[in-house]
């Protein structure tokens, strides 16, 4: 009873911490969702976009603006309002990006993916909250989950180079969708057990999990 007591307790103290980390995470998600299906429902700009610009250069000029973004988001220098702007314009960046991936994909399988992500979100974080309850600390798993990041990174850059890389790359996406599932729970595990009580770390939260959210959604997508 007494454990019970003490999750109830923990969460209680950071309601206001979690209101803020959840709302500003469907604010985002609802962003670039938005974009992603105004863009793919209007073929046409979509098109204009295209013939602008070359596909690879595009792509690889909204990813880099989406990594400055990212690291200014995630540094203390800046304000919540500021982070907050930032982070909207992560999220109108990151629906132009997914849109310009995904426009050959028929919109009701992306409703799908969009679907199946949800609930594996939803399932690990209630896996992150057993977790919390049984107070066990994965502080120490952040480590290791940033060198399997950067290992991945490589993994997926070097079957770039390799022909028949079909199975290979079906390989490399289940890494992805386990991995992004277990930051899913180290995540909360920190937000309930080491975050501080502020608006900073609501905006960072928030942030950890839409990546966690939008690597799990690109890899079911490239899964189609």
């Avoid at 454990?3 to 959840?22: G, M, P, Y």
């Avoid at 670039?32 to 250069?57: H, M, Q, R």
């Avoid at 907050?84 to 849109?99: A, C, D, R």
Wanted: charged share 10%.
């Amino acid at each position: 009873m007494s454990r019970l007591n003490h999750f109830i307790n923990t969460l209680k103290e950071r309601k206001k911490l979690l209101r803020c980390i959840f709302g500003t995470l469907i604010f985002q998600l609802f962003i670039t969702v938005v974009v992603l299906f105004y863009l793919l429902n209007n073929s046409d700009l979509l098109t204009k976009i295209n013939e602008s610009f070359s596909n690879f250069f595009l792509l690889l000029i909204i990813f880099t603006i989406s990594l400055l973004l990212i690291y200014f988001i995630s540094t203390n220098n800046f304000s919540f309002s500021i982070k907050f702007l930032l982070f909207s314009i992560l999220g109108l960046f990151q629906g132009l990006f997914l849109s310009l991936v995904g426009q050959y994909i028929p919109i009701n399988i992306i409703k799908s993916v969009i679907v199946s992500t949800l609930i594996i979100f939803i399932f690990f974080l209630l896996v992150g909250l057993i977790i919390v309850y049984l107070n066990i600390d994965l502080s120490w798993l952040g480590s290791y989950l940033i060198l399997l990041l950067l290992g991945l990174i490589l993994y997926q850059i070097i079957i770039l180079f390799i022909p028949f890389q079909d199975r290979l790359k079906s390989i490399g996406i289940t890494l992805i969708l386990m991995l992004f599932s277990v930051f899913i729970i180290y995540d909360t595990n920190i937000i309930l057990m080491k975050s501080k009580i502020g608006n900073r770390d609501c905006i960072s939260s928030a942030l950890d999990y839409y990546l966690d959210i939008l690597n799990i959604f690109s890899a079911l997508l490239n899964n189609e």
